[in-house]
Structures are given as structure tokens and as C-alpha cells.
């Protein structure tokens, strides 16, 4: 079947600006990267089942692209104002985190980080923050976003801020960091 030179051209042209590499389409195509290289050369006459495939992945990437949904962590790992800060440091240790948002029924309070505990350190000393509750050294509050929060203005936010609550219907389903938007970036690959 020959196709219009346009609809080759046009596949090339949703691929690059969705940032994607032709490893990557091809892997959600379901073929080959050598495959995807000569339609978009125009070095091959693509049946038309495959055409379609292609543009029915290039359009579901185009809806979806990357939002704090498709980024986030859930459920979210938080701290309560009472707990104790050693208990609080075994469990960023534990699951190699940095920062805790501070939570209680439902309301986000405050956030404690390495740099909060680093601060208490260094004004009390080792032996006067083993006592201390996280309400005691906790931080404002994270901010918080949609769900569907684009990684452009979720990187704009992660500037000045350690993490972000994702938040639907009221109730917080989810955290972004800046981990998780290196990580999306290298994914996209």
C-alpha cells in the first residue's frame, strides 16, 4: 500500500516532540528500532495495521503525558507529630528517603528532613535531640498538587521545596521528589 509521504513524515515528527527515541517507540510499538527507522526514512511501505499501531501509541503518549499521577509514590511513607525523631531517622534510614511529610488524620502539618535534624544537631547536640518528637523540629507544611500537575511546573516547584503531596478529592494520595523526576526523565529514553 503506499501511504501519503506526510503521514510517514508525521510520525517522526510526534515522536520527536513527545521526546521520545525510536528505541523507546519501537518497544511500545511491539517492533523492531531498525523497523520504526526505515518508515520514518521512507525506506519502507509499513502495512497499514502497522501505521495505525504506531499512531494509536503516539496519540496515547500525547494524553498522557508526564504528571505527578504517572510519577508519584504511593501510599505516601509520613511521620506523626508525636513520634520520636530517633524513630523517625531509622525509617528514612530504612527506606533511604530524605525527607517525611508530617501527617495527621488526613492533614498535611509540617515535613521533617536531614537538614531539620541536622539543624537540631548542631544547636543541641547528639544527646539533646534523642529526646525530641517530630513536632518539636518540623518544617511548614509541603506543598501540594493535583494529580495531573505537569513535570514542567512539578520541577519549577521542587526548586525551593523538598517534596510535593499529590492530592485528590481532599485526601493525599501521593508524593513527588526530585528523585522521581530524574527518574521519569531517564525513562522516557
Known amino acids: 500500500m503506499n501511504y501519503m509521504f506526510f503521514e510517514i513524515e508525521e510520525i517522526k515528527r510526534k515522536r520527536k516532540k513527545l521526546g521520545i527515541t525510536q528505541k523507546k517507540l ?5 517492533v523492531s ?14 502495512k497499514l ?38 524513630d523517625v531517622i531509622d525509617v528514612m534510614r530504612e527506606k533511604g528517603i530524605s525527607q517525611l511529610p508530617v501527617i495527621k488524620d488526613g492533614s498535611n502539618l509540617g515535613c521533617i528532613t536531614e537538614s531539620s535534624i541536622l539543624k537540631v544537631v548542631m544547636t543541641r547536640g547528639i544527646d539533646g535531640a534523642e529526646n ?17 500537575e505537569t513535570l514542567e511546573s512539578i520541577s519549577k516547584m521542587l526548586l ?22 530524574m527518574k521519569a526523565m531517564r525513562e522516557r529514553e
Open 26 to 30: 519501537a518497544e511500545l510499538v511491539g
Open 132 to 148: 525530641m518528637t517530630v513536632k518539636d523540629i518540623m518544617e511548614d507544611p509541603l506543598p501540594e498538587i493535583s494529580p495531573n
Open 49 to 86: 495495521s502497522l501505521v495505525k499501531r504506531i499512531f494509536e501509541v503516539l496519540g496515547e503518549l500525547e494524553g498522557k503525558g508526564i504528571n505527578a499521577r504517572r510519577i508519584m509514590n504511593s501510599p505516601v511513607i509520613s511521620a506523626s507529630p508525636d513520634d520520636g525523631l530517633l
Open 33 to 46: 528500532q531498525p523497523l520504526i527507522a526505515r518508515i520514518e526514512s521512507g525506506d519502507l511501505d509499513p
Open 160 to 181: 525551593n521545596n523538598p517534596a510535593l503531596l499529590v492530592v485528590e478529592n481532599g485526601k493525599i494520595v501521593g508524593i513527588v521528589t526530585k528523585h522521581d523526576v
